[in-house]
């Protein structure tokens, strides 16, 4: 007997052991599963560091502020200038590394701006329910009757073109998304039975709130975050390149093709190195996102 | 079913008056005076009074407010100020370009996303799947305006192949329009060799706009298929003996596609909204291109129009994919 | 008597994340033309993938056949290529699905879903396929043999229209359009309200008599299994560890599992004795206790159900125990 007693221990401990091992496992293959994941990751990386590092680790800083060096003008690719050099001989290395920063600040700002408006509006939304609800839905219905960028280019239009407003502009765009995210987690977590348990105990609402609403909900919120700060920048360059967001001589990714543009075809490579990276930022941040996903929405995975 | 479609018909008049009513609030916020904007450039103080008089705007708010109602239902938009046309003529030429991509741009979406959706979930984790995998994570992500701008390089400036950009070429004589879409009026007309010029001439926007709804379109239809795929009446329809392809095609298909048609809504909605962009690269005479000269020029009613019409035809396509949806969901239509 | 179906040391795994999980260790079944063969054991002993593993409707993977044979009439079903699958589906293998409710596609019509399965059997037969409207012509004689009103009605209308007996009633009717020899039925009453349940019951029995079909019916529920078939096979934890004849079963089992499942069931007769339970919990299939799969719930297990695992010999005329210990 005593022996069946030791073995049925040691079962369960190997159990345990098991059951540890398992999260981590689940966690590694889920990262190595998705080579695309650790893609984004390690784009979002660069990006941020080239943010980070830019004024240090740029090739030819006195280019930065846009100085005119004609001599330079329109160089083609070299081992002086990998990515050649745009109208007033300026590096566009080096502009694009400044750039970075900027595009990623906006990105970023757009982004939390949006998050810190449309969140807290949706759980309110999501939990009081009633009239509040009713009316906090419509007025965000409001802004989404007219799609993204045509409701940001009517906001700069009103509000007058440059990279501020811009920010203002593609903010007041983005908040209903996360109001509508934030609001149907909440009612579905309302509903769940671990909160009428809460209730009944005697949880007050705010607990509630902060216990089991927002910590069931955030992870979707970040998951959409990551995506949306790709989209943001997406969303600031077509501004600049369209002439409404940032004005040349601003290192900014979308307002340099915007001028580069003029140059093509003949002088490529200037409008397409400042697109690479934007394109790389967003396809960093949408990865990201997805590789995101999957780790914190156990639920969205079955195999 | 009918009280189905009376809803989704209230809920669009709903929207459509709140987009007026979003449009009139954007237009008061603007720190400019629009009585300035409206009198002109080079207007002195009493000329800006005038105006002002003229146009209601020394009146309280909710009177301008019912003026510009009432001047929406006559279809008023007002006047371009650089031009001085009426905005909503303006509009009626425009706006058929627009939409022809448009719909150019969903059908080919449409017409290679679903396909390849179904591909990619019947070979699951295959080589198949991560190729569309990739792919779709590219559409979405890549910057519409600079896509264009290497397609111009690579198909009209390096090979030669398609025209840069513009709707027509400049030498051929354009045709009265009978439905403003070239494609369809010179297939009315006859007029064949138009038809391949035209065709020419959208090819390259139509796809640098149709990317991302495609991306899109695949991604969800993969994983709706996905998981169609794995449902209880498949592999019951297996087990009865229904053919492979009609489980697939028929079947598993029928139900991925509800969740697909939702995303058209909304996808469509953005590629209006792309159209700003996709119409700037490559010249195409539309609403967008319309709206980004103006809002350049400070001219605001014309912006405020596309507002408006770009805001109209998202809430239409989204009330006819509700429609739709009724049509293919039987729960919903005797709800 | 021909034997319509074997199943000899038939073993199914599923690859997973976690590991292999042993689902289907050496199950060995034989159902003769028509007789009617009930499955009982808990849920998740592997009734339903045993019975989806007779069409091969287990998905591979993450499925995978590990050793042994499904013979229907002397035919191995794991060996056939996939159109000699099809032929079998529906026409001479035919199945009973649990949950009505999802086993219907909820966008097409009833009719579109027997329309395609009798076309879809014509054309796996090689024979001419029927027209939509031949083939609506007998769905709609089937489904006033299972006792369905209007079935020109019924035809048109899409499954939310229907209650859920009238669903599990499509279904069956589903499974009759093929003629065929062999009925599957995977808890055909467990999504049904009680009294619904006896009506659907009562109709497979029917149907079973008058086609002479035989039947495998797969139940949670001794009762269920008792009234309606001939023999019964117990299965616990992927394997079977008793088949005897339905009466003999009830009133002496012989494996103790089979004596826990039965002094489980309260006895109307006799109120004044309690239900037992059995204690422990099923084990888990990734890794299954060596030896008998029972042993670590069993009050006779001894050193040798630890090691040696039991294989299902027969002990009585009719009847085989898989238990070390058992006799007769």
């Not at chain 1, 050099?85 to 595009?103: F, K, M, Q």
């Not at chain 2, 679903?114 to 979405?140: C, E, Q, Y």
């Not at chain 2, 899109?216 to 229904?242: F, K, P, T, W």
Request: net charge positive.
């Amino acid at each position: 007997m005593a022996v069946t007693v030791e073995t049925e221990a040691g079962r369960q401990a190997k159990a345990r052991r098991r059951a540890g091992n398992r999260r981590w496992r689940l966690a590694a293959w889920l990262i190595g599963r998705s080579f695309a994941s650790m893609l984004g990751l390690g784009l979002v990386v660069a990006i941020v560091g080239l943010a980070l590092l830019g004024p240090w680790i740029v090739p030819y800083p006195e280019h930065v502020i846009g100085q005119v060096n004609l001599a330079d003008k329109l160089k083609p690719p070299s081992m002086a200038n990998w990515f050649g050099t745009d109208e007033v001989g300026n590096d566009i290395l080096t502009r694009i590394i400044v750039g970075a920063r900027l595009s990623l600040l906006v990105g970023v700002g757009i982004t939390l701006a949006a998050a810190a408006i449309g969140v807290p509006l949706g759980i309110l939304a999501g939990t009081a329910g009633g009239r509040t609800r009713e009316a906090i839905m419509r007025f965000t219905d409001l802004f989404l009757s007219v799609p993204g960028l045509v409701l940001a280019i009517a906001l700069v239009a009103a509000l007058g073109p440059g990279i501020g407003n811009a920010m203002v502009a593609l903010i007041l765009v983005w908040w209903p998304g996360y109001v509508r995210l934030a609001e149907s987690k909440a009612l579905a977590i309302r509903e769940e039975p671990y909160i009428e348990a809460a209730r009944v105990v005697g949880a007050s609402r705010l607990r509630i709130l902060w216990r089991h609403v927002l910590p069931n909900s955030i992870s979707p919120i970040i998951v959409k975050m990551s995506m949306d700060i790709g989209q943001a920048i997406l969303a600031v360059a077509s501004l600049g390149f369209i002439g409404l967001g940032a004005k040349p001589p601003t290192p900014e990714w979308g307002a340099m093709i915007s001028i580069a543009r003029g140059y093509l075809p003949d002088y490529w490579w200037y409008a397409v190195f400042p697109g690479l990276f934007i394109y790389l930022s967003v396809l960093g941040f949408n990865l990201l996102g997805d590789g995101l996903r999957d780790i914190l929405d156990p639920r969205s995975h079955r195999t | 079913m009918l009280t189905y479609i009376l809803r989704r018909i209230g809920l669009a008049g709903l929207m459509l008056f709140g987009l007026v009513c979003l449009t009139f609030v954007i237009a008061n916020i603007a720190p400019s005076d629009p009585a300035a904007l409206a009198a002109g450039p080079d207007a002195g103080r009493s000329q800006i009074e005038q105006a002002r008089r003229e146009y209601g705007l020394d009146r309280p708010l909710h009177e301008q407010f019912l003026r510009y109602v009432s001047d929406l239902a006559r279809l008023e938009f007002g006047r371009s100020i650089a031009t001085g046309r009426p905005v909503g003529a303006d509009l009626a030429r425009y706006f058929p370009a627009t939409l022809e991509l448009c719909i150019v741009a969903m059908i080919i979406g449409l017409v290679l996303g679903v396909p390849l959706g179904m591909l990619s979930a019947l070979h699951k984790d295959g080589p198949i799947d991560h190729f569309t995998r990739i792919f779709a994570v590219t559409g979405v992500a890549l910057p519409p305006f600079w896509f264009g701008l290497l397609l111009q390089l690579a198909f009209a400036a390096w090979l030669g192949w398609l025209p840069t950009s513009g709707r027509l070429s400049v030498f051929t004589e354009p045709l009265e329009p009978i439905t403003g879409l070239l494609l369809v009026d010179s297939l009315l007309r006859g007029n064949g060799g138009m038809f391949l010029e035209a065709a020419s001439y959208i090819a390259l926007p139509a796809l640098v706009l149709s990317f991302p709804c495609l991306a899109q379109i695949l991604r969800v239809n993969r994983s709706e298929m996905v998981e169609a795929l794995r449902a209880d009446y498949i592999v019951a329809a297996r087990a009865h003996g229904v053919r492979p392809w009609r489980l697939v095609v028929v079947h598993a298909l029928k139900n991925a596609m509800l969740p697909t048609l939702a995303i058209i809504g909304l996808r469509w909605g953005w590629m209006i909204s792309s159209t700003v962009l996709v119409e700037t690269v490559f010249d195409w005479p539309g609403t967008g291109l319309y709206a980004v000269s103006s809002a350049i020029a400070g001219d605001f009613k014309p912006v405020m129009g596309v507002t408006l019409i770009v805001g109209l035809n998202f809430m239409i396509a989204n009330l006819l994919v509700d429609l739709l949806y009724g049509v293919l969901d039987p729960r919903l239509r005797s709800a | 008597m021909t034997t319509l179906l074997e199943i000899d040391d038939y073993r199914l795994a599923f690859d997973t994340f976690d590991g292999t999980l042993h689902v289907l260790d050496g199950i060995d079944i034989r159902v003769e033309a028509g007789e009617t063969l009930g499955v009982v054991g808990e849920t998740g002993c592997g009734k339903s993938v045993l019975a989806r593993s007779i069409l091969r409707l287990n998905p591979t993977p993450p499925a995978r056949v590990v050793s042994g044979e499904i013979r229907f009439r002397g035919e191995d079903v794991l060996a056939l290529p996939e159109a000699g699958i099809r032929r079998l589906r529906g026409s001479a293998i035919a199945m009973v699905f649990q949950d009505p409710a999802t086993y219907l596609n909820p966008l097409l019509t009833v009719a579109t879903q027997m329309e395609d399965a009798i076309r879809g059997q014509d054309a796996a037969a090689g024979g001419r396929v029927r027209s939509r409207k031949a083939a609506s012509a007998v769905a709609a004689d089937l489904l006033a043999a299972v006792g369905l009103p209007e079935p020109a009605r019924l035809l048109r209308s899409h499954p939310h229209q229907l209650s859920g007996g009238m669903r599990q009633r499509v279904l069956i009717a589903m499974a009759l359009l093929g003629n065929p020899s062999l009925l599957v039925a995977d808890e055909p009453t467990t999504a049904l309200d009680v009294t619904v349940q006896a009506q659907v019951l009562a109709l497979i029995a029917g149907l079973v008599r008058e086609r002479g079909l035989a039947l495998i019916l797969i139940s949670h529920d001794l009762g269920v299994v008792s009234a309606s078939c001939a023999r019964v096979a117990v299965m616990y934890a992927g394997t079977v560890v008793e088949e005897a004849p339905t009466g003999e079963l009830l009133d002496r089992p012989l494996h103790p599992y089979s004596q826990g499942l039965i002094a489980a069931v309260p006895d109307l007769d006799r109120p004044e004795v309690r239900p037992r339970g059995i204690a422990g919990s099923i084990p888990s299939l990734l890794h299954p206790p060596p030896g008998c799969r029972f042993h670590p719930r069993c009050e006779r297990a001894t050193e040798r159900c630890r090691v040696e695992k039991p294989l299902l010999r027969p002990l009585l005329p009719g009847r085989r125990v898989a238990c070390h210990h058992a006799d007769a």
